[in-house]
C-alpha cells in the first residue's frame, strides 16, 4: 500500500528546489543571452520544443531521450562558437535547461496531486479492472498514470519510480498491446508464474568486455491474465524482482 501523505511530503522540497533553479536560470538568461536578437528567440522556441520532447520521450526510449539532451546542450555551444552570425543563439541553452525543468516541475506537482486524492482514478464505464501490483520494489512509488483508445481498446498506463532513477511501466489492455520495438539486442525468457505463460526479452550487452550489471538491464513481460492483456519495461531491476511484480498481478 502505497503511502500518499509521506510521498506528497518527500516530493515538496524537490518540487522548491527545482522552482529556485528555474528562477536562477530565467535570471542568468535575462543577465547574459542576447534577448534582443530574433535569432536568440529562434532559438529558444527550438529549446522549448526539444524540452517538451525530451520530456515525452523518457517513458519510451532512454536513448531517444538522451540523444535529445546531448543535442539540446551542444548545439547552442558548438554553432556559435564556430559560427560568427549565430553567436546571438548561445543563451538558448539556459531556455532549454529552464523548460526541461518547467516541464519536470509541472509534472511532479500533478503526480502529487494525483497521489494525494487518489492513486488512480478509473471511470464506472471503464471496460475492465485494473490490477496494481503488489508486491513493489524499496523506494518505489506510482508517479503518473495515463488512459488511452484505440477504436475499441483501453489501455491503462502506470508508471513506477524510484529515488535511484530506476523505473518500470505497466500498460493493461482489453486489446493486444503493441509498441515500437526498440534496437536493443536481447533475448526471450519463458517463465510460468502462478500457471501463467510471461514472455520476458532481456536485453544483452553487445560488448562484452563492459557488461552491465543485471540490475541496469532493460526487460520487458508480456502476459495474458483473464482476458487482459499486460505489458512491463522496466530498467534499474533484477529479474528477480520483475517476476515477483508479475506475480503480484496475477491473482
Given amino acids: 500500500m502505497l503511502n500518499h501523505k509521506k510521498i506528497f511530503k518527500s516530493g515538496n522540497s524537490i518540487i522548491l528546489i527545482y522552482i529556485i533553479l528555474i528562477i ?138 524510484s529515488d535511484n532513477s530506476a523505473w518500470f511501466w505497466i500498460q493493461e489492455s482489453n486489446g493486444v498491446i503493441t509498441r515500437n520495438e526498440n534496437k536493443l539486442l536481447k533475448q526471450k525468457l519463458e517463465k510460468i508464474i502462478k500457471n501463467t505463460s510471461v514472455i520476458i526479452m532481456q536485453e544483452i550487452p553487445q560488448n562484452i568486455s563492459t557488461r552491465k550489471k543485471e540490475q541496469s538491464l532493460y526487460f520487458e513481460a508480456d502476459w495474458n491474465h483473464r482476458g487482459i492483456y499486460f505489458n512491463l519495461s522496466c530498467i534499474g531491476i533484477p529479474l528477480e524482482n520483475i517476476e515477483k511484480i508479475i506475480s503480484s498481478m496475477i491473482n
Fill in 24 to 161: 536562477a536560470l530565467i535570471f542568468l538568461i535575462g543577465m547574459y543571452a542576447d534577448i534582443k536578437d530574433y535569432r536568440f528567440w529562434l532559438a529558444a522556441i527550438i529549446e522549448i520544443f526539444l524540452a517538451i520532447a525530451w520530456f515525452t520521450t523518457r517513458r519510451y526510449s532512454y536513448l531517444v531521450s538522451n540523444l535529445i539532451f546531448l543535442f539540446s546542450i551542444i548545439f547552442p555551444i558548438i554553432l556559435p562558437t564556430n559560427i560568427n552570425y549565430l553567436r546571438p543563439i548561445g543563451g538558448s541553452l539556459l531556455v532549454f535547461l529552464a523548460s526541461a525543468l518547467g516541464i519536470t516541475t509541472y509534472s511532479k506537482y500533478n503526480r502529487k496531486i494525483k497521489n494525494r486524492i487518489n492513486s488512480v482514478t478509473l471511470s464506472r464505464k471503464f471496460p475492465f479492472t485494473a490490477i496494481f501490483p503488489a508486491d513493489l520494489p524499496s523506494r518505489f512509488t506510482l508517479e503518473d498514470y495515463h488512459i488511452s483508445k484505440k477504436k475499441l481498446q483501453s489501455i491503462l498506463e502506470l508508471d513506477y519510480r
